[in-house]
């Protein structure tokens, strides 16, 4: 019986194209394996953190810095903006992840809108979370000034020079020498914080990007709005690592 | 630009309340267990117990960001393991990296 009478079992033209078994985009797909990749990227600067950490004696945080112990962060970040000398720890990078996660919420607000249709909404949106991500950068970069440049108190260390050993003062931090604690703290501080900047400035010319294209009517002509959503995963990924970057850096 | 523009009708669908509602909701967690984090930071001594209860939030925080706002729950199961399985490396890595720094400690800081 040559009759035509294809019976195709369920499953049997899956490798004849056309089907989507994890049914999601080519685009959406490679930016969730781009994190993926990226989330290996983060874990291994914030686990190599953790080792060299516990490779050092740790400070008790009573009394003031010593190059040789490893810092209480709370100890180390404690100031905020205008409020020169009071000691308030960890209050300006509480106000940081809470900016973060806010930009975070009107991004998937712009998401929403984009499954509406709804162009003028997507802008607002949009608009909100470049804000929230352009004022993350500056606080990071009022946080990085205020830890190259120090605190009034220095913190002395000896150091072998031409054969025997002196005293040595030092004030601020850079990637040669550090006040707050081993050498290794400070620079772990600029590459980890610096990397996620990075990935936040990022993040804010590719929403820009989105905002741009929605403002001229790319996305309207086109007729969806899933670029709001890849660049969307995007930038709460970034949320996500400044959580545990937050969690890893600053409180433990 | 090449592009004609085809007036073709678009219709602006009104916004999903109850979906926005779950947004905030999640926002509203997130928001809330930072500020636990934060109390935490100070009321506790440092120590094990202290560390473990950060590291359950954060994974929680992460939860709520992977799953809600990233939605990768609702996404079909194969995609949804195919980002969580690879994880386990992350895990290892850990384990093993601060096993080997704990050692480094003893090697250069005999007391």
């Not at chain 1, 394996?33 to 953790?50: E, M, N, R, V």
């Not at chain 1, 249709?117 to 352009?134: F, H, N, P, Q």
């Not at chain 2, 947004?23 to 967690?29: K, S």
């Amino acid at each position: 019986m040559a009759h035509a009478t294809t019976t195709t079992a369920p499953g049997q033209d899956v490798w004849n194209g056309g089907v989507s078994p994890l049914d999601a985009s080519y685009g959406k797909l490679m930016m969730w394996f781009f994190l993926l990749s990226d989330a290996f990227t983060f874990s291994g600067l914030l686990i190599t953190y953790g080792l060299v950490r516990a490779a050092h004696p740790a400070s008790t945080g009573l009394e003031g810095f010593d190059v040789t112990k490893w810092p209480v962060p709370e100890k180390v970040f404690e100031a905020v903006p205008f409020l020169h000398g009071v000691s308030l720890p960890l209050v300006f990078v509480g106000i940081m992840t809470f900016i973060l996660i806010m930009s975070s919420v009107t991004m998937v607000l712009a998401v929403e809108a984009g499954h509406r249709m709804d162009r003028k909404a997507v802008e607002k949106w949009m608009l909100w979370t470049i804000l929230g991500g352009i004022t993350f950068l500056s606080c990071q970069a009022w946080e990085w000034t205020h830890f190259i440049v120090g605190t009034g108190e220095a913190t002395k260390f000896t150091d072998f020079v031409n054969g025997q050993w002196i005293t040595k003062e030092v004030i601020g931090a850079n990637l040669h020498v550090n006040q707050y604690g081993p050498q290794d703290f400070a620079d772990f501080f600029f590459f980890i914080t610096g990397f996620h900047g990075f990935h936040v400035f990022s993040g804010v010319l590719l929403n820009f990007l989105i905002y741009y294209n929605t403002v001229t009517g790319v996305y309207q002509r086109r007729g969806h709005y899933e670029m709001v959503e890849k660049v969307g995963l995007y930038w709460h990924f970034v949320d996500l690592v400044w959580v545990f970057v937050f969690t890893f850096f600053y409180l433990v | 630009m090449a592009h004609h523009s085809e007036e073709t009708e678009i219709t602006v669908l009104p916004p999903d309340k109850e979906k926005i509602k779950k947004l905030w909701t999640v926002a509203g967690i997130l928001g809330l267990l930072t500020g636990f984090e934060f109390l935490i930071a100070f009321m506790m001594h440092h120590g094990p117990l202290k560390t473990s209860v950060f590291v359950v939030m954060t994974i929680v925080k992460a939860g709520y960001i992977v799953g809600e706002f990233m939605h990768l729950r609702y996404e079909v199961k194969v995609l949804f393991w195919s980002i969580m399985i690879p994880i386990v490396f992350i895990v290892w890595m850990l384990v093993a990296f601060l096993y080997e720094g704990m050692k480094l400690s003893d090697i250069n800081f005999l007391n």
